[in-house]
């Protein structure tokens, strides 16, 4: 079996590990950032095999280079993604940050009655 043989290569930006919908890039950032163990990473994702952990970072180590760009354009269109809902959030979340404004305001008047008895 050769390496590459262990993902689907989707496009130039979509690698999965074959037979998972789990992108190489998932395993990759709980490797280099979180800084998680093969072990640790095959309790987080219990559908993957030790053998394809160790071939994802295999493949990482291979093609460092390419791999390291890949990763920061993720890492890139994640910034956008969760800036543009910032800025054009749905209504849904709109209704859970009221809640959420709601909730605190709530938790706050009721440390201050506490704190006034």
Known sequence: MQLE????FLSHDKIR???HRIGIEDVLYAYLYQEMTPAELATRF????LEEIHAAL???Y???????????RWLAF????????AAYPT???????AIREQRSAYAAQQQDNLTLT
């Not at 291979?62 to 920061?72: K, V």
């Not at 209504?91 to 940050?97: E, F, G, I, T």
Request: net charge neutral.
């Open 91 to 97: 209504s849904d979340m709109v209704k859970l940050r």
């Open 58 to 60: 295999l493949y990482y």
């Open 78 to 85: 994640g910034e956008r993604m969760r800036t543009q809902q």
């Open 62 to 72: 291979h093609n460092q280079t390419a791999m390291d760009a890949y990763i920061a």
């Open 46 to 49: 219990p559908s993957l095999a």
């Open 5 to 8: 043989d262990y993902f689907d």
């Open 17 to 19: 590990l074959r037979g």
